[in-house]
Structure formats: C-alpha cells, structure tokens
C-alpha cells in the first residue's frame, strides 16, 4: 500500500510540473477561416498606455486644445476620413481638427477601447466612441464612431474612421 501511494504521488507531481497547454490559443491557431485576412488575422493585446494617449488627443479636441492635439501626431500621419477622403501630414490633419471649432462634442463615451499589437510589430488602438454633435444654431445630432489608430515611436501615424447615426433607441 505504501508503494502504491509513493508510486500515486510521483505520477501526481510529474504530471503537475508538465506545462499547461492554452487550449484557446491551439484552437484558433487551428481554425480555418472560410474568408482569408488581407492585412492580418493574428493579433496580441497590446500597450494600453496608446489607448491614453487617443483619450487625450480626444479630450483636447473637445476641449479646442488643437495644439495639444496635434502633438500625439505625427509629421507624416495619413487621416482616411469617414468620408473617404484622405488626409496627409500633421498639418492637414490639425486644420482638419480645427473644423470642430464651430460644433461643441457632448455627451462624449467610449464603448470600446482596445489595445492591439500585431504580428509585424504595428501597435494599434481601437475605439468605439459616440457622442452628441451640437450646432451653432442648436442643433443636436448624436453619432457613432469607429476609429482605429496605428502608432509608430509613440505618435499616431494612421487613422481610420467610419461613422453612422447614433439609433433612437
């Protein structure tokens, strides 16, 4: 009997100190996706200190800090706009910031904030955002926005935008 324990315990501890597999990590590496990515499909979490840095550019253009703004930029950042078009260099895009002068941002929240970094080093920030966009006149219109921001050396050097109409309900 005592043999037995002794031979129940060594097995109890070899199986114990064997490393543990992730077994979420085995089935996505095993999955076969039906549509294949054209940019990436393998993703880590990544810095959350960017997702800071978008809140704090944000915070300035509703604070009409455009200067503070611009600085989380960089001098070649690309804005691809909801509407599709395209903005190129730090100056351009600080002009475009500069728009939201004449509107005041309320009600502003984040659904979503999501820090990625992906299999060639790009570090990105996510973001879910909706707020309500008031006119001069009084006007109130609530949007919803998607935004992606990719960073390199600590600045946003790309950002991405989608927007619709915030639903009534």
């Known amino acids: 009997m005592k043999k037995l324990l002794i031979l129940f315990t060594v097995i109890l501890f070899f ?3 064997q490393p543990q597999k992730n077994k979420s990590q085995e089935t996505t590496k095993n999955v076969k996706y039906i549509y294949e990515a ?3 499909d393998d993703f880590k979490i990544g810095n959350t200190e960017l997702v800071i840095k978008v809140q704090e550019m944000i915070q300035s253009i509703i604070s009409k800090n455009y200067e503070k703004a611009g600085s989380y ?3 070649n950042v ?3 706009l909801e509407d599709g078009s395209i903005l190129e260099g730090k100056d351009e895009c ?3 910031m500069k ?3 004449s509107i005041e941002i309320e009600d502003y929240q984040i659904a979503v904030n999501l820090a990625l970094l992906d299999e060639n080093g790009d570090e990105w920030v996510l973001l879910w955002d909706t ?3 008031v006119s001069k006149d009084g006007k109130s219109a609530g949007i919803n926005w998607m935004e992606t921001f990719r960073f390199k050396n600590g600045k946003i050097n790309y ?3 989608f927007s619709k109409p915030r639903n009534k309900n």
């Open 15 to 17: 199986y114990c100190s």
């Open 38 to 40: 054209t940019y990436l």
């Open 73 to 75: 930029l960089s001098d």
């Open 78 to 80: 690309v804005f691809a």
């Open 94 to 96: 600080v002009k475009y």
């Open 99 to 101: 728009s939201y002068s």
């Open 131 to 133: 707020a309500n966009i």
């Open 159 to 161: 950002m991405n935008q």
